[in-house]
C-alpha cells in the first residue's frame, strides 16, 4: 500500500528526533507502486529526497518537494543449498530485526552486525560495519530504481564499488539510484568471526561462541557504549574512522605514539576518531544550544533537546577544525546533512 502525506513531520523518522516537516513525504511497498509514482506523479514535485529509517541522517531545515521511503519489509528465499542461502530482502526491513530474523532461521553471518541502527535498504550505502565485519561480505546484487527514468534494475556487488562506509549510492550521481531489495548470501553453518580483538576479548572463556552469542555480547557491547536514539538523539557514530597514507600517518605516529591506529589491507592507516575527538576535550562536552557529545563514546553526537538540526552541524565544524589543528587529520561526517 502506498501514501502520500504533505506537510509531514519528520520528528519520528529521523533518530535525532528534530522535527522537520517533508513538503510531501511519500512511502510504498511494491516496486509496481514506486514504478507509477516515477512515470506518473514524481514530475510534480520541485525535487526529492530518498530516506532510510532515518538513522543516519542530520536534517537542518524544512524539505521542499518529497521525501520519498521504502516501507517493503518482505523476505524471500531465492535459492538454498546445504551450505547457503540467499535472500531476497524488502529495503524497509529494520536491519536489526532481520539480523534477529536470520539467526532464528539459523542463516548465519550478520550477527556481528547486530544492534545497528538502519533499515535495509540503507545499509548497502553506508556499508554499515562493525566488529570486523561489513554488510557487503554478504551482498549478492542489489534492484534498484531509477527515480528520474522509473527503470527498475539490478546492480552485481561489484558495480556497487563498496568502500570503507561509502558505495556508488552516496555519489552526487546516483543520487536518483534508490535501493528497493537487497540479496543477501548467508551461511547455513555457525561460523563465527572474531577477528576483532575487542570482541573477542569480551566473550567468556567458559561460554561456548556461538553465532547466538556473538549476537547477545555484540548487543551488550554497544548498549554500554552507545546511547540509545528512542531515549537521548543520536545517529550513532557521526565521523568516519580517518585512513591516511602510510608515511603521513607514521608522521603523525611518531608525534603521539599512545595513538591507537590500524594498518589496512591497502597499505593505509586508519586512526581512531573517537580517541582524537577525545584527546581535544570534547567528550562528555554539552553546549548552550542543546547538543553534546556522549560521555561514553566520543565519536557520537547527542541532541539533549535542541529543535534545529544547525546547532548540531556547528559543534561538528568546531571538532573537525580543532582536530585537523591538533593533529593534522581532517575527519569526515559519516552522517549525512540535509
Known amino acids: 500500500m502506498e501514501q502520500l502525506y504533505s506537510n509531514y513531520s519528520l520528528k519520528n523518522h529521523n533518530s535525532f528526533g528534530l522535527d522537520v516537516k ?20 514524481l514530475k510534480n514535485f520541485s525535487s526529492y529526497k530518498i530516506l532510510g529509517a ?9 524539505i521542499e518537494g518529497v521525501v520519498i ?18 535472500l ?9 530485526k532481520f539480523v534477529a530474523y536470520t539467526l532464528a ?35 549478492d546484487k542489489i534492484e534498484v530504481i531509477n527515480l528520474d527514468s522509473a527503470e527498475i534494475f539490478t546492480l552485481s556487488h561489484d558495480e556497487c564499488r563498496f568502500s570503507y562506509r561509502n558505495s556508488i549510492f552516496k555519489k552526487d550521481k546516483n543520487r536518483n539510484l534508490m535501493i528497493l531489495n537487497v540479496y543477501l548470501s548467508l551461511s ?43 531515549i537521548v538523539g543520536n545517529a550513532g557514530s557521526f565521523f568516519k574512522n580517518p585512513i591516511l597514507p602510510y608515511q603521513k600517518a607514521k608522521n603523525i605516529l611518531g608525534k603521539y605514539p599512545d595513538m591507537p591506529y590500524w594498518e589496512t589491507s591497502e597499505g593505509t592507516i586508519k586512526f581512531a576518531a573517537g580517541w582524537l575527538i577525545e584527546q581535544c576535550g570534547y567528550k562528555g562536552k554539552t553546549t548552550p544550544n542543546g547538543v553534546g557529545v556522549c560521555p561514553t563514546q566520543a565519536l557520537v553526537l547527542i541532541n539533549h533537546g535542541a ?32
Open 88 to 96: 531476497r530482502v524488502g529495503a524497509g526491513f529494520d536491519w536489526d
Open 188 to 230: 547455513r553453518e555457525p561460523k563465527v568471526n572474531l577477528s576483532y580483538k575487542a570482541l573477542l576479548d569480551a566473550l567468556d572463556p567458559n561460554t561456548p561462541i556461538t553465532p547466538e552469542t556473538i549476537r547477545e555480547k555484540v548487543i551488550e557491547i554497544r548498549r554500554s557504549k552507545l546511547p540509545d536514539p528512542k
Open 22 to 41: 517533508a513538503q510531501y513525504f511519500y512511502q510504498f511497498e511494491t516496486g509496481i507502486e514506486i514504478q507509477q509514482f516515477c512515470k506518473h506523479r
Open 307 to 338: 529543535t534545529n538540526g544547525k546547532a548540531i552541524v556547528e559543534l561538528a565544524q568546531e571538532i573537525i577544525s580543532n582536530v585537523e589543528h591538533k593533529f593534522g587529520v581532517v575527519l569526515e561526517p559519516e552522517v549525512n546533512i540535509w
Open 54 to 62: 532515518g538513522n543516519n541522517v542530520l536534517l537542518t531545515k524544512d
Open 105 to 139: 532461521n539459523k542463516w548465519y553471518g550478520l550477527e556481528n552486525l547486530s544492534l545497528i541502527p538502519s533499515s535495509m535498504g540503507a545499509a548497502p550505502v553506508q556499508n554499515i560495519g562493525a566488529y570486523g565485519v561489513e554488510v557487503e561480505e554478504f551482498i
Open 69 to 86: 521511503q521504502s516501507i517493503n519489509n518482505k523476505v524471500e528465499v531465492v535459492t538454498e543449498d546445504d551450505n547457503r542461502v540467499i
